[in-house]
């Protein structure tokens, strides 16, 4: 089992910046994947982002690129995401989420939520115009 737990959202104005943390409890953090999504009301979740168990690639959707930042410290089982000029449509609930990389090639599916092992709660992010 592993458990995961978002923190850091809350209340910004638009152009600001935000980062959230995820922690991790259980089983080998290093060997998954953690993946950020999204979810805002009415909408369906969305990927916005992945880091693989080392930290050595990562991948962002094409809405966030170039604003939000992956980054994760195994030695403290924690996962980071960084946004950066952000805009109120990315006001959402955001999720990690991760993924056991035990398998070749399951980094290829990092996007696909439904390949996810465990979830964290949720975090509120709330951008203002």
């Known amino acids: 089992q592993l458990q995961l737990a978002e923190s850091g959202g809350t209340l910004v104005q638009a152009g600001g910046s935000l980062t959230l943390s995820c922690a991790a409890s259980?089983?080998?953090?290093?060997?998954?994947?953690v993946g950020w999504f999204r979810q805002a009301l009415g909408k369906e979740r969305e990927f916005v982002g992945a880091?693989?168990?080392?930290?050595?690639?990562?991948t962002t959707t094409d809405s966030v690129r170039g604003r939000f930042t992956i980054s994760r410290d195994n030695a403290k089982k924690t996962v980071t995401l960084q946004m950066n000029s952000l805009k109120p449509e990315d006001t959402a609930i955001y999720y990690c989420?991760?993924?056991?990389?035990?398998?070749?090639?399951?980094?290829?599916?990092?996007?696909?939520?439904?390949?996810?092992?465990?979830w964290g709660q949720g975090t509120q992010v709330t951008v203002s115009s």
């Open positions: 259980g089983r080998d953090f290093s060997s998954f994947a």
């Open positions: 880091i693989n168990w080392s930290g050595a690639s990562t």
């Open positions: 989420a991760a993924l056991w990389e035990g398998i070749a090639g399951t980094w290829s599916f990092a996007h696909e939520d439904r390949r996810y092992d465990y």
